[in-house]
């Protein structure tokens, strides 16, 4: 997998990425969106240092012991 190179943007108004952002969600499908937001989530919490291989990633259901 190659990686892309970093594009520095520099923007003499402030609203410009935030109109940036909004115009690309407007043009994906939520599935993509969720897709997106969980990639940039891994991606931060790599650069803070979140070890991943500590959660525990189950689905446990069992019956309530106060029952």
Known sequence: ???KKRIITIYRNLDDP???AMVTGM???PRERFDRFFEI???FELFIGFDH???DRTIKIRKAEWI
């Open 1 to 3: 997998m190659k990686t």
């Open 18 to 20: 935030y109109i940036d």
């Open 27 to 29: 043009g994906e499908t």
């Open 41 to 43: 989530r891994k991606k």
């Open 53 to 55: 291989s500590t959660r």
